[in-house]
C-alpha cells in the first residue's frame, strides 16, 4: 500500500535551517508529482511546495518562496525540502502528499513536526 | 491574493444532512479549479475524500458527495455519524503548481 513517511523534523532556532525528508513506499515514486503542505498548531492547511516527475517542473507558495527548496531522488523514492531561514512562524508539522492527475493530493504522510524557538 | 472560503463551524445532527461549502473572494468555483476535499482529525494526517469536484477517493463511503452549488463548490454529508465529526477542508487548483487551502470548517455532529 502507498505510504509516505516524513522525518528530519525537530527544534531550531530562529534563522537556522532544517530538511525534512519524505520516504515513499507501495508505489511507483517516479510517476508521481509530489508537494509540500504544513499545518500551523491550531490553524489550517497551507500548500508549500510541488515538483514534477523528473524535478524539472517546481513551484513555490509565495509564504515560503525564496526559503525552500523542493528536491526529490527517485533512485532513493524519497522526497526533500530543505528549509532556512526559519522563522517562529514557521512552526508547524509539515507533510509530504502525493499529487494525482495533477491536480490533487491522494496520499498523505503522517507530517513531522518543525518547532522554530530560540 | 487568492481567498477560499469555507464556514468555520458547523453543526449537524445524527443521520443529518449538512453541506459545506467552498468559495473564491474574487471568482464563482467551477469545475475548472478541480475542487478536492479533506478529512482531518485532531493529531491525524488529512484523508482525501473527493477530488475533481465529485469524484469519491478509493474507500470512501457514498454518504459523501461533492458538487457545485450555485458559485461554490460543496461537500454533502447525508446521514452524518459521530465519526464525521472532523475537521474539513476544500482545496481549490489555480494552475501553474498553486494549490489554495479554504480555512476549514470544524463539523460537529450532536
Known amino acids: 500500500q502507498v505510504q509516505l513517511m516524513e522525518s528530519g523534523g525537530g527544534l531550531v532556532k530562529p534563522g537556522g535551517s532544517l530538511r525534512l525528508s519524505c520516504a515513499a513506499s507501495?508505489?511507483?515514486?517516479?510517476?508521481?508529482?509530489m508537494s509540500w503542505v504544513r499545518q500551523a498548531p491550531g490553524k489550517g492547511l497551507e500548500y508549500l511546495s510541488y515538483?514534477?516527475?523528473?524535478?524539472?517542473?517546481?513551484n513555490y507558495a509565495d509564504s515560503m518562496k525564496g526559503r525552500i527548496t523542493i528536491s526529490r531522488a527517485n533512485a532513493e523514492n524519497s522526497l526533500f525540502l530543505q528549509m532556512h531561514s526559519l522563522r517562529v512562524d514557521d512552526t508547524a508539522v509539515y507533510y509530504c502528499?502525493?499529487?494525482?492527475?495533477?491536480?490533487?493530493?491522494?496520499?498523505w504522510g503522517q507530517g513531522t513536526p518543525v518547532t522554530v524557538s530560540s | 491574493q487568492t481567498v477560499v472560503t469555507q464556514e468555520p463551524s458547523f453543526s449537524v445532527s445524527p443521520g443529518g444532512t449538512v453541506t459545506l461549502t467552498c468559495g473564491l473572494s474574487?471568482?464563482?468555483?467551477?469545475?475548472?479549479?478541480?475542487p478536492s476535499w479533506y478529512q482531518q482529525t485532531p493529531g491525524q494526517a488529512p484523508r482525501t475524500l473527493i477530488y475533481?469536484?465529485?469524484s469519491r477517493s478509493s474507500g470512501v463511503p457514498d454518504r459523501f458527495s461533492g458538487s457545485i452549488l450555485g458559485h461554490k463548490a460543496a461537500l454533502t454529508i447525508t446521514g452524518a455519524q459521530a465519526d464525521d465529526e472532523s475537521d474539513y477542508y476544500c482545496?481549490?487548483?489555480?494552475?501553474?503548481?498553486?494549490?489554495?487551502f479554504g480555512g476549514g470548517t470544524k463539523l460537529t455532529v450532536l
Open positions: 482545496v481549490l487548483y489555480m494552475g501553474g503548481g498553486i494549490w489554495v
Open positions: 475533481n469536484t465529485n
Open positions: 515538483i514534477s516527475t523528473g524535478g524539472t517542473t517546481i
Open positions: 502528499a502525493r499529487l494525482r492527475q495533477g491536480n490533487y493530493f491522494d496520499y
Open positions: 474574487s471568482a464563482s468555483v467551477s469545475t475548472r479549479y478541480y
Open positions: 507501495g508505489f511507483t515514486f517516479s510517476d508521481y508529482y
